[in-house]
């Protein structure tokens, strides 16, 4: 085919800007072909991205290639549209450019350029697409299109493709030509916008791994770190057979292993870990029986498996264990993750609650006090304590052992023999706790060296063989003071702050319960007392009533019969004596109440100590006379001082009373004197003396030494004189030997203070 012009004629309306001559050799009317390729080419290498290609392609192959241009590109083995132009609309970019049309489908298939003039149906078919366009394609009168196949190394890499609907821009040959000239400039362009894509792809994915990469480092510290701290036991494995096992810190230290060490126990004997799982009834689990060896040999969760922990020999506490199965791809097992949570403390609580609900039912149960001791120090092993001891006053007032229980029976005749044995001297921790009432916590009893004095070594060895080594001691308080002391010892563990806690709250129990029992004990003691005082007051008051009635019936008759005055005058006088008796005997009920009610009331004033002790000598002369006792006085006179008269009056009246009605008959000596502190009066007799037994409580209340058929009395006068003495400021003691007689000895200071 020769060389052809095509020229474009001037239509009306349209500006005059030179027109594209492709095809002008001589440049009469426009660049020429090679200047045109020269120019596009240089532009097109100079593209780096699709659009500035078709930009290019729009300005420079437009209007010398045709009004219509699209450039279709392969994508992973697809021919896409990439992007087209319409004149007059411009550039259309992306898909919405349409699909490929046949034609290009047809020469990205052959690898041939095609050119079809028309017009004909054939152009429209031949541009249509398969998403069914072609009805809009036949009404827009297009005339010829080509497609040339855009090649590199020859390899397919897209089609561009050119059409006109304007008989001026008619294709042929030489338009052909210059396309297929064109087309390894648009490849060229397409494949460095293809790589630059690549290249910024590549460096996008680079981008994003360093970020990924980024990101999974933070969230494996934030992962060990929570590892770390986390309160929660945490162990992994990855293997089915569990023969390797990884701990976080919080396990280790649970188990008391080292971090890196492999803490399963599914290794041979001699590798293993010193632990032990012990299931409800004690019984250590076997490898296999293990929650993480069953999630993982089954692939199945094993969840709250609550074990006993023991490590190195000691046991550790309650946890429970959950441990759930990794599974692989195909949903089988490749290992599992458990989690191990400590109950110890939370169960502690809930077993210290209920035993503290059930020991108070047991302890209140009895209104004994011995057996409420005794169920107190019971009740104790083996729940808190291998060996419990309960020390407290004895009747006598020393101090001592009052019920012990041991959790092994057969050790319980050596804990009562050691306890019985047991030495409290002055300083040592229990003697203390029993004189401040503060409880003590000794975790580790080999540090409490006075704990271990003992020179007996027969006993050092029954000490021994109970093997205590953490001790509690608990004193038990009331409003009275301490009552006793719980001390409880074990051998199995050491006690915490917990056990010492839970220990004193048990003893409050315990205490309410023991104080309960000894009010009820008291208050029927008081009943019978009171019932038996009853007894002896009407006894007492029926006496001197019986011989007041005698006394006044003989006066009756003989002033009837106006009889001897010698006989009268002695009946006068019995009648007066047991006149004063009975007002003695109702003024101590009366002074009973008023000192128990604190109203017993004292006028202070200044007196004369023996001058009051002859006085009462003298008052009582007829009586001493009558029972035959001889009354010496060895007074320091004047005794001077501030003291309520007629209340001393009453004490020293008491003392000689007791003196003539216990004396036997046998002399009484009275003596007063000065002290560095005040004034001292003893009432000395050589009758039936007191039992050493008795000493402490003839000062009580009712309380009487002597058998009620023998000798009258309320057993009031001394409780009454200690009162008085005590408020005068004084003390009243008493020092006697049964059949010796007895000094009654009152100190007083010389005034009352304040
Ligand atoms: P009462 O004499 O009415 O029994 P007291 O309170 O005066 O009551 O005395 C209490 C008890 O002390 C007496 O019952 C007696 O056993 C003993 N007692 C008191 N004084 C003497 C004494 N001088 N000698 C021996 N026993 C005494």
Same mark, same amino acid.
């Given at each position: 085919?020769?060389a052809?012009?095509i020229?474009r004629e001037?239509?009306a ?11 002008s ?9 090679g200047?045109l390729?020269?120019?596009?080419s ?5 593209c780096?991205q699709?659009s ?16 219509w241009?699209?450039?279709?590109v ?14 007059p609309?411009g550039?259309?970019h992306?898909?919405s ?9 047809r ?11 028309? *017009?004909d149906? !054939?152009v429209?078919v ?10 809009r394609?036949?009404?827009i009168?297009l005339l ?6 855009l090649?590199?190394?020859?390899q397919l890499v897209?089609?561009?493709?050119f ?5 001026a ?15 390894g400039c648009?490849?060229?362009?397409l494949?460095?916008d293809r ?7 590549s ?12 990101e999974l ?5 934030d992962?060990?770190?929570l590892?770390d701290?986390? *309160? ?10 569990c ?7 919080w ?8 971090l890196?060490a492999n ?6 004997e001699?590798?293993r870990?010193?632990i032990?799982y012990?299931?409800?009834?004690g019984?250590?689990l ?6 993480? !060896?069953r999630a ?8 709250d ?10 046991r550790?506490?309650t946890?429970v264990?959950?441990?759930v199965p ?5 949903h ?19 077993e210290?609650?209920r ?7 047991v302890?209140s ?11 107190m120090?019971?009740?104790?092993v ?27 029976d057969?050790?319980?005749?050596i804990?009562?023999e ?5 030495p409290?001297?002055?300083g ?13 916590l ?10 271990f ?7 050092h060895?029954l000490?021994?063989?109970?093997a205590?080594?953490?001790v509690?001691?608990? *004193?038990?308080?009331t409003?009275?003071g301490?009552?006793?002391v ?6 199995a ?21 023991m104080e ?6 008291e208050a ?11 007894g002896?007051? @009407? ?18 008759? !003989? ?5 001897d ?12 004596r ?5 007002s ?6 009366l002074d009973v109440g008023?000192?128990t ?9 200044e ?6 002790v002859?006085e009462v ?7 001493l006379?009558?029972?035959g006792?001889g ?25 000689v009373s007791?003196a003539?009605?216990y004396?036997?008959?046998r002399?009484?000596?009275v003596?007063?004197e000065?002290?560095?502190e005040?004034?001292r009066v003893?009432?000395r ?14 000062f ?11 000798y009258?009395?309320?057993?009031? @006068?001394?409780w ?25 000895t009152?100190?007083?200071?010389r005034?009352?203070?304040?």
């Amino acid at each position: 085919m020769g060389a052809r012009r095509i020229l474009r004629e001037k239509q009306a309306g349209e500006d005059d800007a030179p027109r594209v001559l492709p095809h002008s050799p001589s440049g009469s009317g426009g660049p020429s072909r090679g200047a045109l390729l020269g120019r596009m080419s240089r532009e097109l290498a100079a593209c780096t991205q699709l659009s500035d290609v078709f930009r290019c392609l729009g300005q420079w192959a437009m209007p010398a290639l045709g009004d219509w241009c699209d450039l279709d590109v392969l994508r992973d083995g697809m021919l896409q549209r990439a992007a087209a132009f319409r004149a007059p609309h411009g550039a259309i970019h992306g898909p919405s450019g349409g699909p490929p049309s046949r034609l290009a489908q047809r020469v990205a298939l052959m690898g041939r350029a095609e050119l079809l003039r028309g *017009p004909d149906e !054939q152009v429209a078919v031949a541009l249509s697409s398969e998403a069914g366009d072609l009805s809009r394609l036949q009404g827009i009168g297009l005339l010829d299109c080509l497609a040339v196949p855009l090649l590199l190394g020859g390899q397919l890499v897209g089609v561009l493709s050119f059409a006109t609907r304007e008989p001026a821009l008619r294709l042929d040959e030489d338009t052909l030509s210059l396309a297929e000239d064109l087309s390894g400039c648009v490849a060229f362009a397409l494949e460095t916008d293809r790589l630059r894509q690549a290249l910024e792809r590549s460096h996008h994915a680079e981008l994003r791994a360093e970020t990924l990469e980024r990101e999974l480092q933070c969230q494996a510290a934030d992962f060990k770190t929570l590892l770390d701290v986390i *309160p929660v036991g945490i162990a992994i494995t990855h293997d089915r057979d569990c023969r390797h096992i990884r701990q976080n810190p919080w396990f280790a230290r649970m188990h008391e292993v080292p971090l890196d060490a492999n803490i399963s126990l599914s290794v041979p004997e001699g590798e293993r870990q010193p632990i032990r799982y012990l299931d409800t009834h004690g019984h250590a689990l076997r490898p296999e029986e293990l929650p993480m !060896q069953r999630a993982a040999a089954t692939g199945e969760a094993v969840l709250d498996v609550e074990l006993d922990l023991e490590a190195q020999g000691q046991r550790r506490g309650t946890i429970v264990v959950s441990a759930v199965p990794l599974l692989d791809e195909g949903h089988h097992s490749r290992g599992c993750i458990a989690t191990i949570l400590d109950v110890t403390a939370r169960k502690r609580a809930m077993e210290a609650q209920r035993f503290l609900a059930e020991s108070s039912a047991v302890l209140s149960s009895s209104l004994d006090p011995e057996q409420t001791s005794r169920t107190m120090a019971r009740l104790c092993v083996p729940a808190l304590a291998s060996l419990a001891v309960f020390y407290g006053r004895r009747s006598d007032g020393t101090l001592g052992v009052l019920s012990v229980a041991h959790e092994d029976d057969s050790l319980q005749p050596i804990a009562a023999e050691v306890s019985r044995h047991f030495p409290i001297p002055e300083g040592h921790p229990l003697r203390e706790a029993m004189m401040t009432g503060r409880p003590r916590l000794i975790p580790v009893l080999a540090d409490e060296p006075s704990w271990f004095k003992s020179r007996d070594e027969g006993l050092h060895r029954l000490r021994q063989r109970l093997a205590v080594r953490s001790v509690m001691l608990i *004193p038990l308080t009331t409003a009275h003071g301490v009552v006793g002391v719980l001390a409880l010892g074990t051998h199995a563990r050491t006690y915490s702050e917990d056990d010492f806690t839970f220990a004193k709250e048990y003893a409050a129990h315990a205490t309410y319960a023991m104080e309960n029992a000894r009010l009820y004990r008291e208050a029927r003691e008081a009943v019978a007392l009171r019932d038996e005082f009853l007894g002896i007051a @009407g006894h007492e008051l029926r006496t001197p009533l019986t011989a007041l009635q005698l006394g006044l019936q003989r006066l009756a008759r !003989q002033s009837a019969t106006a009889g001897d005055a010698a006989e009268l005058s002695k009946w006068v006088a019995t009648c007066q004596r047991q006149g004063s008796r009975l007002s003695r005997l109702v003024g101590d009920l009366l002074d009973v109440g008023r000192i128990t009610s604190g109203r017993l009331p004292m006028v202070v004033e200044e007196m004369d100590l023996s001058a009051l002790v002859e006085e009462v000598a003298a008052r009582m002369g007829p009586e001493l006379e009558k029972v035959g006792c001889g009354l010496v006085l060895k007074l320091e006179s004047p005794l001077t001082g501030s003291w309520d008269r007629s209340r001393l009056d009453q004490v020293l009246t008491n003392l000689v009373s007791n003196a003539m009605k216990y004396g036997q008959g046998r002399p009484i000596e009275v003596s007063t004197e000065a002290t560095a502190e005040g004034v001292r009066v003893c009432v000395r007799d050589e009758g039936i003396g007191i039992s050493s037994g008795d000493l402490s409580r003839i000062f009580e209340r009712f309380e009487r030494a002597v058998p009620e058929r023998h000798y009258g009395g309320l057993g009031l @006068g001394l409780w009454i004189s200690k009162q008085i003495v005590t408020w005068l400021g004084g003390h009243i003691r008493v020092e006697s030997e049964q059949g010796r007689g007895s000094c009654f000895t009152v100190e007083l200071p010389r005034r009352v203070e304040g």
